[in-house]
């Protein structure tokens, strides 16, 4: 049997840790609301069964994934943010989406702050970026507080025309 391990990030707000069966709920309520359109939703129950057994695939497969983004204190499900490589991406991302209950917060802020360090520290990666549709204006503008620039476009075989954005490379941050 393979098994992986997925570590652990904690935050001053959050805590970046595995998905869990019960983080299912939350998920499977964002998949099927407006708020997934520019990540292929909205969603059916099954599908997003299946989008949220691909997260832990993701970590076995590649060696990286998203993590379930956690209220540090309340440990609720706030959103799912971290490196991802789908086989249809130019290169690896930085990726994140957050539930209605973390909107507005800096949830998606804070987490991928994380996300990235780790990529930058624990993966070795030497650059970045994030794949964003470009009607989604509130993406692009956390892109651009997270210091990420426009570097040209993706054609993508579903969503059509996607912005790239390129974050600072981990020299820049230092």
Same mark, same amino acid.
């Given at each position: 049997?393979?098994?992986?391990?997925?570590?652990?990030?904690?935050?001053?707000?959050?805590?970046?840790?595995?998905?869990?069966?019960?983080? *299912?709920?939350?998920?499977?309520?964002?998949?099927? =609301? #407006?708020?997934?359109?520019?990540?292929?939703?909205?969603?059916?129950?099954?599908?997003?069964?299946?989008?949220?057994?691909?997260? +832990?695939?993701?970590?076995?497969?590649?060696?990286?994934?998203?993590?379930?983004?956690?209220?540090?204190?309340?440990?609720?499900?706030?959103?799912?943010?971290?490196?991802?490589?789908?086989?249809?991406?130019?290169? #690896?991302? +930085?990726?994140?989406?957050?539930?209605?209950?973390?909107?507005?917060?800096?949830?998606?802020?804070?987490?991928?702050?994380?996300?990235?360090? *780790?990529?930058?520290?624990?993966?070795?990666?030497?650059?970045?970026?994030? !794949? !964003?549709?470009?009607?989604?204006?509130? =993406?692009?503008? +956390?892109?651009?507080?997270?210091?990420?620039?426009?570097?040209? !476009?993706?054609?993508?075989?579903? *969503?059509?025309?996607?912005?790239?954005?390129?974050?600072?490379?981990?020299?820049?941050?230092?």
């Amino acid at each position: 049997m393979m098994s992986v391990a997925i570590p652990t990030i904690e935050t001053e707000h959050l805590v970046l840790r595995p998905p869990r069966m019960e983080d *299912f709920e939350a998920y499977a309520a964002f998949r099927a =609301s #407006p708020r997934a359109a520019f990540v292929g939703g909205p969603n059916p129950r099954p599908t997003a069964f299946n989008q949220f057994c691909a997260l +832990l695939g993701h970590w076995h497969l590649r060696g990286f994934g998203r993590w379930m983004v956690a209220d540090r204190v309340t440990d609720a499900p706030l959103g799912v943010v971290g490196p991802y490589y789908p086989a249809d991406w130019p290169e #690896p991302e +930085l990726a994140w989406t957050v539930f209605a209950a973390a909107e507005g917060r800096g949830v998606a802020y804070e987490a991928t702050l994380a996300a990235r360090a *780790f990529a930058y520290r624990s993966l070795g990666w030497t650059t970045a970026i994030s !794949v !964003v549709d470009p009607a989604n204006a509130r =993406s692009a503008a +956390l892109a651009r507080r997270l210091g990420a620039q426009p570097d040209g !476009v993706h054609q993508h075989e579903t *969503f059509g025309t996607l912005q790239i954005w390129r974050h600072p490379a981990p020299e820049a941050l230092a």
